[in-house]
Structures are given as C-alpha cells and as structure tokens.
C-alpha cells in the first residue's frame, strides 16, 4: 500500500529565505508525482507534475525533485514571498492499474514579511 | 475553457438528510475521481468514473455513498443518511483518457453537518 508523508508539517520562514518542503513515499513503483498548492478554504493547484523517467521539474522559482530509488521528492522554494503561504501538498499516481493520486498531508507554509 | 466546476461550494445538513455533490469536468475530460478530505488529513480517494460506469469504488464507505457519472450531465456523489463525522470537503477531479496523471482539480464542496 503506498504512503506519502510529508515533512515538516508547517514551516514558517521570513521573506526572502529560500527553503525546502519534503515528500517520501513507500512504494516505488510510482508513476508520477505532482506538487499542489492549496490556499485555505479553496481547491488545488497544480505546480510541477515529475514523470517517473525524470529527475525533475522547473517552474519559475520552484524546482522540485523525484528521486524513486530513495522514495523521496522535494520541492525548492527560491526567494519565498508572503504570497507562497499556502499549504503544499504532494501526490503520487501509482503504476499497475490504480489511477488514482495518493496524497501526503501537505506541509503549511508560512512566509513573514 | 471552463475548469472543474463543483456545486454547492457550501452545503449545510442535518444529520440524517442526504447530501449531493455535483461536479462537471472540463470540456474533453472524461475521466471523473472524487476525493474526501477530512479536517487536519490529506486528501484520499473515493471513486473514480467515466460516463456511466464505475471504475474504481474501492476508496468508498461501503455504506450510504453512492457515486454516478451519467451521459448527459455531471457526475454526482450522493452521501445518504449523513453523519457528522461525514463533515469535509469533497472534490473533483477531471482527466483525459489517457493522462489521468494529470488531474485538473474542482474548488471542491464543503460539507458541514449539523
């Protein structure tokens, strides 16, 4: 059974400091995996999606890393803004027939001005 | 081109009422997965449709949950007899046949019983 769990659990950090949000999954038989941004009370937002045959994605100041021997993906935040405070949530679609995303339980984010 | 669209974005219900969930997907998606996620949890799978048929169910209480995605219309995640411990937010995703990887996410239904 695949688990995603996500490390820290909230992170709070000033402006400007560029930062790391951590994503490990059991299983690495793992087909994708996609970063989302949720800001509260509202839906997803999709950020960077990994293919299983890349080593990662880039989009503006984020960057984000999928290492399958390890079970491990991260994501870096360059320059952090007070307008990156969300939750960030990572998902793993799993190979052999099950499409579905499996989610970890995000990481909230805090930037201070 | 519209996104997933969901309705209600609120819904309010005693406990004991039923509750329905309705979700449009994007144009050309055919593709429909409901996804529950309960107050301080991740988001976990419930269902996964396409038009009139049921794929996956294995993510759905056994009991008083029903999902449906007919040919004409949205898809419809039905919650009978609710309980307050069925109290989250519930959304929709959307995909093509052949990237479901790649789902496209609703604004999702709040659902809070009384």
């Known amino acids: 059974k695949q688990e995603v769990t996500q490390i820290p659990a909230a992170l709070s950090v000033p402006e400007g400091e560029n930062l790391v949000l951590n994503c490990s999954f059991t299983d690495s038989a793992i087909y994708n995996l996609q970063w989302f941004r949720q800001d509260p009370g509202k839906g997803l937002t999709s950020l960077l999606l990994i293919q299983s045959s890349q080593r990662e994605q880039t989009s503006g100041r984020l960057n984000a890393s999928l290492d399958k021997s390890s079970g491990r993906s991260t994501l870096y935040i360059a320059a952090s803004q007070p307008g990156d405070s969300a939750t960030y949530l990572c998902?793993?679609?799993?190979?052999?027939?099950?499409?579905?995303?499996?989610f970890g339980k995000g990481t909230k984010l805090t930037v201070n001005p | 081109n519209a996104g997933v669209m969901q309705n209600p974005r609120h819904l309010v219900r005693r406990r004991g009422q039923e509750a329905r969930l309705r979700c449009s997907p994007m144009?050309?998606?055919?593709?429909v997965y409901w996804y529950r996620q309960l107050p301080e949890e991740g988001l976990k799978f419930m269902v996964y449709?396409?038009?009139?048929?049921?794929?996956?169910e294995s993510g759905m209480p056994k009991e008083r949950f029903s999902a449906e995605f007919p040919k004409e219309g949205p898809s419809i995640l039905r919650i009978q007899q609710v309980v307050r411990g069925d109290s989250a937010a519930y959304f929709c995703?959307?995909?093509?046949?052949?990237?479901?990887?790649?789902?496209?996410f609703g604004p999702g239904t709040r659902l809070t019983v009384t």
């Open positions: 449709l396409q038009k009139e048929n049921i794929i996956d």
């Open positions: 144009k050309g998606h055919s593709h």
């Open positions: 995703a959307s995909s093509t046949r052949d990237k479901w990887y790649e789902q496209y």
């Open positions: 998902a793993g679609g799993l190979v052999g027939g099950s499409e579905k995303l499996v």
